[in-house]
């Protein structure tokens, strides 16, 4: 009988598999190139990308857009104990376990990480650094033409572009496209309860201007994005961080129990892809969250900047969409999903609207028209969502290899966050670890990180970093991690 002999393209994918089994590739390996391949092995190109794609589809290896191939992270978890190290660090965690559960003490504070934050910023591009602390994805994942060619069509065409055209609330047809963007994301809402401003940071500003005044105590997530302090520090006001977990999010029954103790103002949160944690909130925990305020009358001020860099296939509910009362000010942008050179946010602040436009009107008068009629224009004419499964693809492959990077060179001990969205990694170093101390020497040489105590109103998080995985893979990113890896075992030893 005759047998059927096995395919060159499934000969030359098991090889490969082979090499990943036995360790020879490792998780964030790069493959040769298709061609690389083709001449090494005496292969057609067409029998390489075939084996290539077979691996794909069996999840082991992903493709990344002019940078290759790359064996997948998320074999390095499913099969870790099959896989060697590297000689050269010796002390590496293939799959890196999680941060615990934070437990601040239940004590407000005033806020000073201005300074640091501004300090942190002003350095992520000195001398093309490598941007691993940057705050906003890369760039190049956003269609910067394009909205730059509705900008000039806008000024070609004339009309009003003065500050006094779009006075608060904003430019109806941003207007209309950010209320249809809701509705089809599942949250109905009246285009009278929109207001404009200079991107989230103004949003969360003038929300907490509106429901506190200085002195008041303002809770947050520890660690919480320091866009949330830089406010709380703007307005005099204080404040206090509550357990938070790196899947779960803010402890509700702490942070109730904390109300039943001191008089809280209002809390700020970012329940989706949580900056710098990475966790969605579950369902129940933001109901409960929601009635929690009701009940106490305690306005939630909500972060919703990285609502659409989601993982998963499905969109990522609200707090707002279990507001009965009005008391939750929903606060987002399109600087992390569709351009951060415009800085065009909204709000819908509830019951406190009236408030919050007159406060954007004494604060800045208006936002810009162009911007928001460039934005328009371009949710006008389709292809945001297209666009935005791009951007999720190419972040969930960025976040895979860098986990297993920082996994793979690191020091024993290191502890990663697994975002399930958003572009940033959480990392807990050894305890000994001075992330500030390891901020300068990295920035001496060239690489960018963000040290933890931008995070937080204490030094709790002396031993963490946060790490930005959104930009392309590129040997220059590679080597600042191995990098990173030698100095923290030089402290180490």
Known sequence: MKTTRQPLYQRFAEQIRASLQNGVLRPGDRLSSVRQASR?????????????????????IESHPQSGYFVRARFAAESASALTLDPAFPAVNVSPAEPDRSQPLPVSAEVDVSRHVLATLKSIHQNDAIPLG?????????????????????????????VLDDLPPGHPDLIRQIVRRHLETGLSVDPGDVVITVGATEAINLCLQAVAKAG????????TFYAMLHAIERLGMRAIEIPTDPRLGMDIAALKKIMQSQPIAACMVMPNFQNPLGFEMPEENKRQLVELGSRYNMPIIENGVCNELYFGTAHPSVLKAYDKRGIVLYCSSFSKSLTSAYRIGWTLPGR?????????????LSTSTLPQRAIA??????????????VRRTLQQRC?????????????????????????????????????????????????????????????????????????????IEQAIRRLGEMLAAILE
């Open 216 to 223: 008041d105590t303002i809770a947050v997530e520890s660690p």
């Open 40 to 60: 090494q092995h005496g292969l057609s190109v067409t029998t390489v990308v075939r084996a290539y794609e077979l691996l794909e589809s069996g999840g082991l």
């Open 134 to 162: 940057s705050p906003y994805p890369d760039p190049t994942l956003f269609p910067a033409r394009r909205i730059s060619q509705y900008n000039g069509a806008i000024l070609r065409s004339g009309g009003p572009l003065g």
């Open 352 to 364: 406190y609207r009236e408030q919050v436009e007159k406060l954007k009107f004494l604060n800045t």
């Open 377 to 390: 224009a371009y949710l006008t004419a389709g292809g945001y969502d297209r666009h935005l499964r791009r």
């Open 400 to 476: 895979d290899i860098m986990s297993a990077f920082v996994g793979r060179f690191f020091p024993a001990g290191t502890r990663i966050t697994r975002p399930t969205g958003g572009y940033v990694l959480w990392i807990e170093l050894p305890a000994v670890i001075d992330s500030m101390a390891l901020y300068r020497q990295a920035l001496a040489e060239g690489i960018t990180i963000a040290p933890g105590r931008l995070f937080s109103t204490s030094d709790a998080y002396r031993s963490f970093i946060r790490m930005n995985y959104s930009y392309s893979w590129t040997p220059q």
